[in-house]
């Protein structure tokens, strides 16, 4: 994290979008010399027509003057689209990075990680980077390409006007480098304050039936408005910051460079007729189109200064530590744990003195245990006691720190996890769809599966009439996280996913804490058909499923 990674993403940038640089860079070349080329028919104007009395030159000064203007304007725009369109497909493919490694990453990791925070780094921090790479970037470039060109081309003109302009620039950066820091303080409490709403925002959304029961709305609403207070507040300095930037670069710029050029010019002038009027005035025009460049450069910087809080937020995703998916990155888990495979044991799951410990506090100690195929194994318990917690383990989300499993006599940690949890399927208490539709949620399992099909197996789990029942049926919408459905229905549609995608393994934690006696003797029945070449594993306080139990573990 740091300044490796900020080096890291320029490069990413720029490896991604060189083809895109280069036009840039040439099309800022255009428009510096455009703006070079308007500013000395100013010159033009005043010595070789004005005073030279030349009136028959007028027009076409004009007409130069107007096209060399239009030329500046049209390629400012092209150079524009260019560094947008950069900048937007760099966003893309950065989201999509960071999406990758939140599906991959390790699963104790990502739980720790809060929603809101998440959220804030896809919307804000990626956003935030976009704008640099559009704005900052083009705006870096095209500034460095203009002062290159045009104090070039005044040292060419008049090295010693160009001497007693030079000095003020400097001067100009170092004041505003000073108010920087004051900006990077802002911004970075801007920041933290948009992650802290955006957290609660999610607490409310997820809890907001928790939160009107035990009557905290008002503590809910004062936490926000006291985060909102202080960004109002930081917005308002930082605004104020900007300001005063502005200022001075027009009180140190335009007002005191512009009083000692023509003082001291005026007076060669009058003594040597030198420079001319009109190269004065060309002067004072060059030097003006030098204040924009000069604070792009320095918006950039600020720019720069809320992309690398950006960058540092992002690397909190991008470098999230992926899961163990490889069998050979995985072999170490074996090695240490120096126990052999029973190869004889095919149709079962053994855990062989596992030992889980979540920081400090051991969840699981020594323990020993065989989930036996075509039976319903329940593991009984208190809650804390870890039954959640093994199930886990079961899925290879959580590593064991002492211990194997085996799986068909192999132990899990040597198979790829592609083609583990392709064995596996589970059911949480609290069951959450994806997709917009029943359809596009069970057809994530597999593009290939019909509608027939999805009917065939829905009907085997009593729920077909149900569904068609539905407005739309299977293409009724899920609502938010299949709100529209009730708990029984979405546990069934999750263990529909499951046959579809032929499981061997099923997982069920708590399944029957969300059920009415009706859904739950549903679910009884259900479990009696799933049992057949499967291992059922239900990991529940619920003493009633004890009649299904073909093997009992006690936690």
């Given at each position: 994290?740091?300044?490796?990674f900020?080096?890291?993403?320029?490069?990413?940038?720029?490896?991604?979008?060189?083809?895109?640089?280069?036009?840039?860079?040439v099309l800022?070349?255009?428009?510096?010399f455009?703006?070079?080329?308007?500013?000395?028919?100013?010159?033009?104007?005043?010595?070789?027509?004005?005073?030279?009395?030349?009136?028959?030159?007028?027009?076409?000064?004009?007409?130069?003057?107007?096209?060399?203007?239009?030329?500046?304007?049209?390629?400012?725009?092209?150079?524009?689209k260019?560094?947008?369109?950069?900048?937007?497909?760099?966003?893309?493919m950065?989201?999509?990075?960071?999406?990758?490694?939140?599906?991959?990453?390790?699963?104790?990791?990502?739980?720790?990680?809060?929603?809101?925070?998440?959220?804030?780094?896809f919307s804000?921090d990626?956003d935030?980077?976009?704008?640099?790479?559009?704005?900052?970037?083009?705006?870096?470039?095209?500034?460095?390409?203009?002062?290159?060109?045009?104090m070039?081309?005044?040292?060419?003109?008049?090295?010693?006007?160009?001497?007693i302009?030079?000095?003020?620039f400097?001067?100009?950066?170092?004041?505003?480098?000073?108010?920087?820091?004051?900006?990077?303080?802002?911004a970075?409490?801007?920041q933290?304050e948009?992650?802290i709403?955006?957290?609660?925002?999610?607490q409310?959304?997820?809890?907001?039936?928790?939160?009107?029961?035990?009557?905290?709305?008002?503590?809910?609403?004062?936490?926000?408005?006291l985060?909102?207070?202080?960004?109002r507040?930081?917005?308002?300095?930082?605004?104020?910051?900007?300001?005063?930037?502005?200022?001075?670069?027009?009180?140190?710029?335009m007002?005191?460079?512009?009083?000692?050029?023509?003082?001291?010019?005026?007076?060669?002038?009058?003594q040597?007729?030198?420079?001319?009027?009109?190269?004065m005035?060309?002067?004072?025009?060059?030097?003006?189109?030098?204040?924009?460049?000069?604070?792009?450069?320095?918006?950039?910087?600020?720019?720069?200064?809320?992309?690398?809080?950006?960058?540092k937020?992002?690397?909190?995703?991008?470098e999230?530590?992926?899961?163990?998916?490889?069998?050979?990155?995985?072999?170490?888990?074996?090695?240490?744990?120096?126990?052999?495979?029973?190869?004889n044991?095919?149709?079962?799951?053994?855990?062989?003195n596992?030992?889980?410990?979540?920081?400090?506090?051991?969840?699981?100690?020594?323990?020993?245990?065989?989930?036996?195929?075509?039976?319903?194994?329940?593991i009984?318990?208190?809650?804390?006691?870890?039954?959640?917690?093994?199930?886990?383990?079961?899925?290879?989300?959580y590593?064991?720190?002492?211990?194997?499993?085996?799986?068909?006599?192999?132990?899990?940690?040597?198979?790829a996890?592609?083609?583990?949890?392709?064995?596996?399927?589970?059911?949480p208490?609290?069951v959450?769809?994806?997709?917009?539709?029943?359809?596009?949620?069970?057809?994530?399992v597999s593009?290939?599966?019909?509608?027939?099909?999805?009917y065939?197996?829905?009907?085997?789990?009593?729920?077909?009439?149900e569904?068609?029942?539905?407005p739309?049926g299977?293409?009724?919408?899920?609502?938010?996280?299949?709100?529209?459905?009730?708990?029984?229905?979405?546990?069934?549609?999750?263990?529909?996913?499951?046959?579809?995608?032929?499981?061997?393994?099923?997982?069920?934690?708590?399944?029957?804490?969300?059920?009415?006696?009706?859904?739950?003797?549903?679910?009884?029945?259900?479990?009696?058909?799933?049992?057949?070449?499967?291992?059922?594993?239900?990991?529940?306080?619920?003493?009633?499923?004890?009649?299904?139990?073909n093997?009992?573990?006690?936690?």
């Amino acid at each position: 994290m740091g300044r490796g990674f900020e080096a890291k993403i320029i490069k990413k940038y720029i490896e991604w979008e060189k083809k895109s640089l280069i036009i840039g860079f040439v099309l800022s070349v255009v428009v510096a010399f455009a703006s070079i080329g308007a500013g000395t028919t100013l010159k033009i104007l005043v010595d070789d027509v004005l005073i030279a009395n030349q009136p028959q030159y007028l027009l076409g000064i004009e007409c130069s003057f107007l096209a060399l203007v239009f030329v500046q304007s049209v390629f400012s725009i092209l150079k524009g689209k260019v560094y947008l369109n950069a900048a937007g497909r760099t966003a893309v493919m950065l989201k999509g990075e960071m999406v990758n490694r939140l599906l991959k990453s390790d699963y104790k990791l990502f739980s720790q990680m809060k929603r809101g925070d998440i959220l804030t780094k896809f919307s804000y921090d990626v956003d935030g980077l976009e704008n640099f790479f559009s704005n900052g970037i083009s705006e870096l470039l095209g500034s460095i390409v203009t002062i290159v060109i045009t104090m070039g081309f005044m040292f060419f003109l008049d090295w010693k006007l160009t001497l007693i302009t030079c000095p003020i620039f400097p001067l100009m950066m170092f004041v505003f480098h000073f108010l920087q820091k004051k900006v990077e303080q802002k911004a970075s409490v801007l920041q933290k304050e948009r992650k802290i709403q955006s957290s609660l925002l999610n607490q409310v959304l997820d809890a907001i039936i928790l939160i009107k029961t035990f009557h905290v709305e008002n503590a809910y609403h004062d936490k926000m408005n006291l985060s909102v207070e202080k960004m109002r507040k930081s917005t308002i300095e930082l605004n104020m910051l900007y300001i005063v930037m502005g200022l001075a670069s027009w009180s140190m710029i335009m007002v005191p460079y512009q009083a000692i050029m023509y003082y001291i010019a005026g007076r060669c002038y009058f003594q040597n007729g030198e420079p001319s009027i009109g190269l004065m005035l060309a002067f004072a025009n060059y030097a003006n189109s030098l204040i924009g460049p000069f604070l792009s450069i320095q918006q950039c910087q600020q720019n720069w200064t809320y992309a690398k809080l950006c960058i540092k937020s992002i690397d909190e995703i991008l470098e999230l530590k992926e899961e163990c998916t490889e069998e050979e990155n995985c072999s170490d888990q074996k090695l240490r744990n120096g126990l052999e495979n029973d190869k004889n044991n095919k149709h079962q799951i053994e855990c062989k003195n596992i030992t889980f410990r979540y920081g400090k506090e051991k969840i699981l100690s020594d323990l020993k245990v065989i989930f036996v195929e075509n039976s319903i194994n329940v593991i009984l318990g208190k809650s804390g006691r870890g039954k959640s917690t093994l199930l886990k383990v079961l899925l290879r989300l959580y590593p064991v720190e002492n211990g194997d499993i085996l799986y068909k006599g192999e132990s899990i940690y040597e198979i790829a996890m592609d083609e583990y949890r392709k064995e596996i399927a589970y059911v949480p208490q609290d069951v959450s769809l994806m997709g917009d539709s029943i359809y596009e949620c069970i057809k994530l399992v597999s593009a290939d599966i019909t509608e027939e099909e999805i009917y065939s197996v829905l009907d085997l789990l009593e729920m077909k009439e149900e569904v068609k029942a539905l407005p739309e049926g299977i293409y009724s919408s899920l609502g938010e996280r299949g709100a529209s459905l009730s708990g029984g229905q979405k546990q069934r549609i999750l263990i529909a996913m499951a046959l579809l995608k032929n499981a061997k393994i099923f997982l069920f934690d708590e399944p029957t804490s969300a059920l009415d006696k009706a859904n739950t003797e549903v679910f009884k029945k259900i479990l009696q058909y799933l049992k057949k070449n499967r291992i059922i594993i239900i990991a529940t306080h619920d003493e009633t499923l004890l009649e299904l139990s073909n093997n009992t573990i006690l936690l």
